[in-house]
């Protein structure tokens, strides 16, 4: 009865952090794929459930918290991967030098005027926060990981 006690009620472990993730994503899952007006919110309905519990007040350890986002990130481009990856060969042979010229176009002037905004506006907007309206904007989360931990 304890170890049923410690997975519930206690934060730092590990098991409690797995359980708490679980719980979440599971209903999450379960409520988004109910239609109500023939509307569903999908996979959009674990962030919602994620937000209701964390009012409520339930707590996972921060280094686990580390943990499990790098995890989820790993298996979110993971099955992106596996999604596109059949595709993407294809087009790459057919259509690759015209997209990869347009991909560093656009890199190219994301960067530009991201210099430039923050040359412009330095003395009220600080690099952190230029670099993550820049890879908001871009919606590259490779690259705002990649900011967070230089800065």
């Known amino acids: ?12 472990s590990f098991a409690h952090g797995f359980l708490v993730y679980s719980v979440i994503i599971s209903f999450g ?31 996972v350890d921060p280094a686990m918290m580390a943990f499990f986002r790098n995890f989820g990130l790993v298996l979110f481009v993971f099955f992106i991967g596996l999604q596109v990856g059949p595709s993407f060969f294809a087009t790459f042979k057919s259509s690759g030098f015209e997209l990869t010229g347009l991909m560093m176009l656009a890199v190219g002037l994301s960067l530009l005027i991201t210099i430039s905004l923050y040359f412009l506006f330095s003395n009220s907007i600080s690099l952190p926060e230029i670099l993550g309206i820049m890879f908001g904007a871009v ?8 900011t967070q931990e230089a800065l």
Not at 139 to 146: D, N
């Open 1 to 12: 009865m304890n170890w049923l006690l410690s997975l519930i009620f206690d934060t730092s």
């Open 29 to 59: 899952i379960g409520l988004g794929r109910k239609k109500i007006f023939g509307l569903s919110l999908g996979a959009t309905c674990v962030l919602f459930v994620g937000l209701i519990v964390g009012y409520a007040g339930v707590k």
């Open 139 to 146: 919606t590259s989360t490779p690259g705002l990981g990649a």
